[in-house]
């Protein structure tokens, strides 16, 4: 049974810097997402993401945090300017379907786990 | 925006005893419920899920209620075996976006 993939499992970076965490979807799924679990914490929704443009971002996605899918394959996230408060583990999640009103189930990937010092 | 509120925390039962646990939510529009198991350090992983046009889901052990007027639904586990043991989060959805509850960490005694 096909997975979502995500690279890298850990990355650990220091205060101020970029970053960008990759997904690779299940390849006949048309919407994405990511969320973010702060250890021991609920998981949050950040984005979604159909047809190359932002459906719909919580209040956590702000002006540092961009997503894009450069190459039709691969869904990124990058946090321009990382804080301290960004330690979490970030999940990637997809869906195969969207119709209208009604939600499809949401299969993550097992997360990387970005640590900021 | 949706609020999800999840109960117990914590919960312990003797393996082969049943565990209940319940949900809320605020938003009466949302249509979609879904609950995720999480073992330490995995991806949470979809187990069952329920729409709003119905109101009782069983898989095997696993069964989702539903109760639209009251706006909560509970996950049902039978018989429960150790590897039930976990962290188990409901969620509602309304569009894109799945709010999680703050989780139950389901312990099964052997």
């Known amino acids: 049974e096909p997975e979502v993939t995500q690279t890298p499992s850990h990355q650990v970076t220091q205060m101020g810097q970029e970053v960008i965490l990759r997904c690779v979807p299940i390849s006949n799924h048309l919407y994405f997402y990511w969320y973010r679990q702060i250890l021991g914490q609920k998981v949050e929704f950040l984005v979604s993401f159909y047809n190359n443009e932002i459906s719909e971002k919580s209040e956590i996605f702000d002006d540092q945090f961009s997503v894009e899918r450069p190459d039709g394959s691969n869904f990124t996230l990058k946090i321009r300017s990382t804080k301290l408060e960004d330690s979490a583990m970030y999940f990637c999640a997809n869906t195969p379907a969207f119709s209208g009103r009604s939600a499809y189930e949401q299969y993550f990937g097992p997360g990387t786990r970005l640590t900021v010092t | 925006g949706e609020n999800v509120e999840q109960h117990p925390s914590t919960l312990s039962v003797q393996e082969g005893d049943s565990a209940v646990i319940k949900c809320t939510y605020s938003d009466s529009a949302s249509n979609y419920f879904p609950w995720y198991k999480q073992e330490l350090g995995k991806r949470p992983q979809l187990i069952i899920d329920?729409?709003?046009?119905?109101g009782e889901k069983k898989d095997q052990r696993i069964a989702v209620t539903l109760n639209k007027t009251a706006k909560h639904f509970s996950l049902h586990i039978t018989e429960t075996q150790p590897e039930d043991s976990a962290v188990y989060f409901c969620?509602?959805?309304?569009?894109?976006?799945?709010?999680f509850g703050a989780g139950t960490t389901v312990t099964v005694r052997a």
């Open positions: 969620a509602a959805s309304l569009g894109y976006k799945l709010s």
């Open positions: 329920i729409r709003s046009n119905v």
